[in-house]
């Protein structure tokens, strides 16, 4: 979320939408799906992490109900980061924060949308254009390496 949030550029109010304060998990696909209701004519993007989609997987189905012209982009980093990060900055050992990497490409063609796996930055430009230019709700998996996140936070955070 920080990362996506923090370089995505806005041209009009509503450009971005997120949970704020909070920043409560499993908001991206149904803010989405909401916000692909309330402008049909537009292209949304959700982007979430992989524990963020588990918690709302369901929403894949009302996407594809809905026929919502949007593509979820799921940074899989196979963890849920920043609890893994508050761990190891208190010298804590890992503990129940990191999982086997989900497929979510097949998990998405099982609910009937289109899906595309990433694990360069080659590779996820191709795959968001195909996504964008397809039609229906779609799913990108990203294979993301977390081991820069700390540095990153450091770095928006302070
Ligand atoms: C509903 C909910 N439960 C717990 C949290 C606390 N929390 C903040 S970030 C995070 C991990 C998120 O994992 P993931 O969606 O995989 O994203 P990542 O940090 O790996 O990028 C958790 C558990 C939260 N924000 N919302």
């Given at each position: 979320?920080?990362?996506?949030?923090?370089?995505?550029?806005?041209?009009?109010?509503?450009?971005?939408?997120?949970?704020?304060?909070?920043?409560?998990?499993?908001?991206?696909l149904p803010a989405a799906i909401g916000a692909?209701?309330?402008?049909?004519?537009?292209?949304?993007?959700?982007?979430?992490?992989?524990?963020?989609?588990?918690?709302?997987?369901?929403?894949?189905?009302?996407?594809?109900?809905?026929?919502?012209?949007?593509?979820?982009?799921?940074?899989?980093?196979?963890s849920i980061s920043l609890i893994d990060i508050?761990?190891?900055?208190?010298?804590?050992?890992?503990?129940?924060?990191?999982?086997?990497?989900?497929?979510?490409?097949?998990v998405a063609e099982g609910f009937g949308l289109?899906?595309?796996?990433?694990?360069?930055?080659?590779?996820?430009?191709?795959?968001?254009?195909?996504?964008?230019?397809?039609?229906?709700?779609?799913?990108?998996?990203?294979?993301?390496?977390?081991?820069?996140?700390?540095?990153?936070?450091?770095?928006?955070?302070?």
């Amino acid at each position: 979320m920080f990362s996506a949030t923090a370089f995505w550029e806005c041209e009009a109010p509503r450009d971005l939408l997120i949970s704020n304060g909070l920043a409560t998990m499993g908001f991206a696909l149904p803010a989405a799906i909401g916000a692909a209701l309330a402008a049909p004519e537009r292209k949304i993007i959700a982007f979430t992490g992989d524990g963020g989609l588990a918690m709302c997987l369901g929403e894949l189905m009302t996407a594809k109900q809905q026929a919502s012209p949007l593509v979820v982009v799921v940074f899989n980093d196979a963890s849920i980061s920043l609890i893994d990060i508050k761990q190891q900055a208190r010298d804590l050992p890992s503990e129940g924060v990191r999982w086997a990497r989900p497929d979510f490409a097949r998990v998405a063609e099982g609910f009937g949308l289109r899906a595309w796996r990433a694990r360069t930055e080659d590779e996820y430009r191709a795959a968001i254009a195909s996504a964008l230019a397809s039609s229906g709700p779609s799913l990108v998996d990203v294979h993301v390496d977390p081991s820069g996140y700390p540095a990153q936070i450091r770095a928006l955070r302070g």
